[in-house]
């Protein structure tokens, strides 16, 4: 399989539950990215992580986990939502080289809150 | 702070048209690079082009071509002879460059997307 993969590609979880979303690139990339997309308004970052380590967080609330074990995979880990965090999340990644940056995205999960 | 401004909320027309997207982008950078995505209902962002801030040429490839105008900080996307498949949502964005103790990193501003519907 190549390019950005990301599982599941549905979600919907109660307020009270705890899942993760899981992203995997398959392009030998060095820098992942979670990034939400709401309704009507612009993808906003979420999360950086460059070789492994978090080069990022864009205030983004403690309820939203993100775990980054290798280059290859980054997880996000979901603990009592809110219904206003329902969106489509969205991982990408990019090889990390100085000049190269175009950003793959993988095909995104949409989350339900209820 | 980077900007990225894509006036357009909505255009719809009819396939064999042609259609062009602007994009209109601000940054006080002097090296930066400018892309545009698709977003088609499917979901996934679909990388289309990029340009560094340096090369002014326009890009041609099949039905679809930009023009990259510094002087207006415009970076246009035309189709021509739409088709239905090109219906989406169209995102132009803009990488600014971020030093950390990591060395370079670059992040992306993206603009609030054009959607495209193109009619049988």
């Known amino acids: 399989e190549t390019g950005v993969t990301q599982t599941p590609r549905h979600l919907v979880m109660g307020m009270t539950n705890k899942k993760s979303l899981k992203c995997e690139q398959h392009l030998g990339h060095n820098a992942m990215y979670w990034y939400k997309q709401s309704a009507k308004k612009p993808l906003e970052l979420m999360f950086v992580y460059s070789l492994e380590e978090r080069v990022e967080n864009n205030s983004v609330p403690s309820r939203f986990s993100p775990e980054c074990p290798n280059s290859s995979h980054l997880f996000l880990h979901l603990h009592t939502l809110q219904p206003e965090d329902s969106a489509l999340y969205l991982c990408a990644s990019r090889t990390g080289l100085a000049g190269t940056d175009t950003q793959y995205f993988g095909p995104g999960t949409r989350l339900t809150v209820l | 702070a980077q900007k990225v401004t894509q006036a357009q909320t909505e255009i719809s027309v009819v396939e064999k048209e042609d259609v062009t997207l602007d994009c209109v982008y601000e940054?006080?950078?002097?090296?930066?690079?400018l892309f545009w995505y698709k977003q088609p209902p499917s979901g996934e962002l679909v990388f289309l082009i990029r340009r560094n801030s340096f090369d002014e040429q326009n890009e041609i490839s099949g039905r679809y071509s930009w023009n990259f105008q510094k002087s207006t900080s415009s970076f246009n996307f035309t189709i021509t002879a739409s088709q239905v498949v090109d219906s989406a949502v169209y995102f132009c964005?803009?990488?600014?460059?971020?030093?950390?103790?990591?060395?370079?990193?670059?992040?992306?501003?993206f603009g609030k997307g054009t959607l495209l519907t193109v009619n049988p």
């Open positions: 964005a803009l990488s600014e460059a971020r030093l950390n103790s990591g060395g370079s990193n670059y992040k992306l501003t």
């Open positions: 940054t006080r950078d002097t090296t930066y690079y």
